[in-house]
Structure formats: C-alpha cells, structure tokens
C-alpha cells in the first residue's frame, strides 16, 4: 500500500528555516502533483504549495516568497524549503496526493519562537 512519509520539521526561532521532505513509499506514484497542507487546532487544513506532474508550482498567498516546493524524482520526493518563518507557520504539516482517493501522510510538527 502506497503511503508519504514526512519529515524535517522542528523548532526554529522566527526568521529561521527548516526544509520538509514528503517521500513516496513506492516509485508507481513518483510524479505526481503533491500538495503540501498546514493545519492548527481547532481549524481546518490550509493550503501550503502545489507542484504539478510538470513542475508548475503554486503558493497559498501567505507564503508566497518564503516558502519553496520542489521534487527530486530520484529520490522519490518532494520538499517544502521553508525561510523567514514567523510564529503563524506553526502546525502540522501534511503532504498529499490524489490517486483516485485522497492520500495524506503522518504529517510533521512545525514550532516556529517568537
């Protein structure tokens, strides 16, 4: 069974940076468009970053600028370099794929001091 496996979040003082990486389980799924999401308590997922099948990247607009989506095919992943955090980055972070149903990984915490 294919899943995403998450990881490279932590605590960072504001200003800093941290880099994600959302690995795929099996190469059949390598390329496809990857999301990543961002949830708090309490609310729903936000809408981080995009990279399609292709390369074309999109940003949710609090983000635009400080935040990098890219792939590595031959590593079977996709990151989130992430710089100039501020303290309403935190949360957990969520890669997903569409692959008929939503496919959604462990997700990793993301704690950025004030």
């Known amino acids: 069974q294919v899943h995403l496996d998450e990881s490279g979040g932590g605590l960072v003082q504001a200003g800093g940076s941290l880099r994600l990486s959302c690995t795929y389980s099996e190469r059949t799924v390598n390329g496809h468009a990857t999301d990543w999401f961002r949830q708090v308590p309490g609310k729903g997922r936000e809408h981080v970053a995009t990279i399609t099948r292709n390369g074309f990247t999109m940003y949710g607009d609090s983000v635009k600028g400080r935040f990098t989506i890219s792939r590595d095919n031959a590593k079977n992943t996709v990151y989130l370099q992430m710089n100039d955090l501020k303290p309403e980055d935190t949360a957990i972070y969520y890669c997903?794929?569409?692959?008929?149903?939503?496919?959604w990984g462990q997700g990793t915490q993301v704690t950025v001091s004030s």
């Open positions: 997903h794929i569409w692959i008929g149903n939503d496919l």
